[in-house]
């Protein structure tokens, strides 16, 4: 079965030689302005290169430019480098795609400055030549925004959903997804995602999120990016870890309730006051937060699992940096 549509697949006209070049210079960008958080704002990364002094880049802002033009990219030569005009009639709100699409163009004009494109002028390529260029700059622009593997990862609420999650046009995201062959992810089921960090490992008898704390609502397990956050400490039956995670003893009575070596918890309990709360449930190991009570669990606050926006940030940058 074909998940993608013909008329619209712009990936086939690329070369291979086109494709590494895109992904050579992209994993090149990524690492150069330490892109670590999405959606990205490309606003605010046209503010982030130009302040690296990294690349010769000034940008300008205008709102005398034809209504067609979202922003522009030139190239001035050596001594003044490249500009960025913004027309900013087209900036507003990101919740709509209309503006969205705004924020499309930036990376696509940036795109042009990375791929080489604006060293030859433009009066001197074809016309052939300008469409491959801008073919080129629009896969960049979209391995930028949209991630695969982010992407893959996604729930699918909606289109509307996805295209705001990624602050990309609904436009955009339809050709991202279908140069990836994807169209099935529209019609995908969705499973409860918190809004707030992205974790997907929600029990039925949470009330709260075991990553970020977040109150779990019927609105806030409407999450669009999924994380995937790791479990450091595999349990048993009684949700008793196995391996002490400071002394790495193994030995362990079938009563006992602290590593007899150090006395760490073997379970990662709420470390919230018992006598308020009454809640000695016991969550998984890898829980920041109590998914009964909220309140932050052993194991977090004896740190030993990193902070939930770290690693989230780690997860982002081993999905997108390859």
């Known amino acids: 079965m074909k998940y993608f549509d013909e008329r619209y697949l712009t990936i086939n006209k690329l070369s291979e ?21 999405y959606p990205i704002n490309c606003v605010e990364l046209l503010d982030t290169i130009i302040n690296s002094n990294k ?15 979202d922003a522009a990219a030139e190239y001035y030569g050596e001594e003044y480098g490249y500009c960025i005009v913004l027309n ?26 990375i791929l080489g494109h604006l060293l030859i002028p433009r009066r001197l390529k074809s016309k052939k030549h300008l469409d491959h260029d801008d073919l080129e700059a629009d896969e960049f622009a979209g391995r930028l925004l949209v991630p695969e593997r982010l992407l893959i990862k996604s729930n699918f ?23 990836l062959k994807r169209l099935d992810l529209f019609s995908s089921i969705p499973v409860a995602t918190c809004k707030q960090c992205g974790n997907t490992d929600i029990s039925p008898i949470a009330e709260f999120c075991i990553i ?7 609105s806030n397990v409407k999450g669009v990016k999924q994380i995937e956050y790791t479990v450091p400490m595999e349990l048993d039956h009684n949700s008793r870890i196995i391996i002490c995670p400071i002394c790495k003893n193994e030995e362990m009575s079938t009563t006992a ?3 007899r070596i150090c006395g760490t918890s073997l379970f990662n309990e709420c470390n919230g006051d018992k006598y308020q709360t009454n809640c000695y ?42």
């Open 212 to 218: 970020c704390g977040n109150e779990l609502t019927s």
């Open 281 to 322: 449930h016991k969550n998984p190991s890898n829980a920041r937060y109590c998914e009964i009570c909220g309140k932050q669990t052993i194991y977090s606050k004896e740190n030993f699992l990193l902070s939930w926006q770290e690693e989230r940030s780690e997860y982002i940058v081993n999905s997108t940096h390859r």
């Open 55 to 69: 690349l010769n880049l000034e940008k300008m802002e205008n709102d005398q430019l034809s209504h067609n033009v």
């Open 88 to 113: 900013t009639r087209k900036r507003g709100s990101f919740r709509y795609s209309s503006y969205r699409r705004f924020n499309f163009t930036i990376a696509h004009e940036i795109a042009h400055i």
């Open 257 to 259: 309730s602290f590593c």
């Open 17 to 37: 030689n086109s494709k590494h070049l895109i992904r050579i210079r992209l994993a090149e960008f990524l690492h150069t302005y330490n892109i670590k958080e």
């Open 157 to 179: 609420i909606s289109r509307e959903a996805v295209a705001a999650e990624f602050l990309v046009s609904d436009q955009a995201l339809f050709k991202r997804v279908n140069n």
